[in-house]
Nanobody
Framework: QVQLVESGGGLVQPGGSLRLSCVAS????????MGWYRQAPGKERELVAT???????NYADFVKGRFTISRDNAKNTVYLQMSSLKPEDTAVYYC??????????????WGQGTQVTVSP
C-alpha cells in the first residue's frame, strides 16, 4: 500500500507565507513526478506546480514568482513554499505523485488534502 500525507495548511493573512509538505510512504519502488493541485469551493481542481524526479519544475501562471515547489527524494517528500498569499489562493491543496510500487505497478496517487485559507 502507498499513501500520501499532506501537512502545513492553515489560516494566514494576505501577504503571508505557508509551507506545505507531502510525504509518500508504503511499498514504494520509485517516484516519478510529484505535484500540488488545488480546489476552491465550486471550482474544478487545478494544477499548481509539478516537479520531476530530476528536479524540473512547472508552475501555473497564477503562482509564478510566489510559490516554489521542491522535493527531497531521500525522504519521498515534496514541498510547496507559498509566499505573497492572496485570498484567491484559498483552497484545499492536494499532493499528487506518480509512483511505481515494489510490485512494479504504476499508479497515480493523491493525498487527502490540506486546507489553506487566506483571510484578514
Amino acid at each position: 500500500q502507498v499513501q500520501l500525507v499532506e501537512s502545513g495548511g492553515g489560516l494566514v493573512q494576505p501577504g503571508g507565507s505557508l509551507r506545505l509538505s507531502c510525504v509518500a510512504s508504503g511499498s514504494i519502488f520509485s517516484i516519478n513526478a510529484m505535484g500540488w493541485y488545488r480546489q476552491a469551493p465550486g471550482k474544478e481542481r487545478e494544477l499548481v506546480a509539478t516537479i520531476t524526479s530530476g528536479g524540473v519544475t512547472n508552475y501555473a501562471d497564477f503562482v509564478k514568482g510566489r510559490f516554489t515547489i521542491s522535493r527531497d527524494n531521500a525522504k519521498n517528500t515534496v514541498y510547496l513554499q507559498m509566499s505573497s498569499l492572496k485570498p484567491e489562493d484559498t483552497a484545499v491543496y492536494y499532493c499528487n505523485a506518480d509512483i511505481i510500487s515494489t510490485a512494479r505497478m504504476y499508479k497515480d496517487y493523491w493525498g487527502q488534502g490540506t486546507q489553506v485559507t487566506v483571510s484578514p
